[in-house]
């Protein structure tokens, strides 16, 4: 499985970017898919995540309602819709995907097998 991550970039505080990921190996359903951050000096983080089979979303409390998680099993791509931008929000961004991960560990890195290279973002305030 490979994960590719696109659409980083360097926007002012209040605006918008799409990341996407795009996912190649097997079924592109098979897979619960999330994305992950790192802010300079900080730990990885969960942002947003799909579960598999269900659709069911789940996010970051710092990013409900401003952040959209979406997928499109025809392109094989999970997307990152990011909304009214933050500097706070300036991060390295993951894409990560898993087959067998249980609920319970949707917002834990530890439980992503695969991994995207990541995508800078970059918010100036």
């Known amino acids: 499985v490979q994960l590719q991550a696109s659409g980083g970039g360097s926007v002012q505080a209040g605006g918008s970017l799409r990341l996407s990921c795009a996912v190649s190996g097997r079924a592109f359903s098979i897979y619960n898919k999330a994305w992950f951050r790192r802010a300079p000096g900080k730990e990885r983080e969960f942002v947003a995540a799909?579960?598999?089979?269900?659709?069911?979303?789940y996010y970051a409390d710092s990013v409900k309602g401003r952040f959209t998680i979406s997928g499109d099993s025809g392109k094989n791509t999970v997307y990152l819709q990011m909304h009214s931008l933050k500097a706070e929000d300036t991060a390295v961004y993951y894409c990560a995907a898993d087959e067998t991960l249980i609920t319970s560990s949707i917002r834990f890195d530890s439980a992503y097998d695969y991994w995207g290279q990541g995508t800078q973002v970059t918010v100036s305030s």
């Open positions: 799909i579960r598999r089979g269900s659709g069911h979303l």
